[in-house]
């Protein structure tokens, strides 16, 4: 479900932790940028379930929790792993430059 458009710099690699996540928006479209290891990946940035921002969830083994219920989600695909949530979050291709992350959004 990855959503197409102009490449953007969302944000500098050293800004992300190398197991975490950053808050930002891009043509006015509320992202999650999420670092695990040598991957970057963004997603929309509310979970599905209850509106809450994935920027404050956990991240491991390809996934990003939501803090508030539990509900998880595959960083790769944007589809939920686990309950309460049911539908998926989109995904945004992503390509790193030396140090800058550039995330392609559609512009509103």
């Keep these: 479900m990855s959503e197409e458009g ?13 197991q975490g996540t950053l808050a930002v ?3 006015g479209t509320p992202l999650v940028v999420v670092r695990t290891g040598d991957e970057v990946f963004a997603l929309d940035e509310f979970c599905t379930h209850e509106e809450v921002s ?6 491991y083994d390809h996934t990003v929790e939501c803090w508030l219920h539990g509900s998880c ?7 939920p792993t686990s309950p309460p949530a049911s539908r998926p979050l989109r995904t ?17």
Excluded: I, M
């Excluded at 994935?54 to 991240?59: C, R, Y």
């Excluded at 989600?73 to 589809?79: A, E, P, Q």
């Excluded at 945004?92 to 509103?108: H, I, L, T």
């Design 6 to 18: 102009e490449f953007t710099r969302a944000c500098a690699l050293s800004d992300l932790p190398e």
């Design 25 to 27: 928006e891009l043509h």
């Design 54 to 59: 994935l920027a404050d969830g956990e991240v």
């Design 73 to 79: 989600f595959d960083l790769r695909t944007g589809k």
């Design 92 to 108: 945004y291709q992503v390509r790193v430059e030396g140090n800058d992350v550039y995330v392609s959004v559609p512009a509103s």
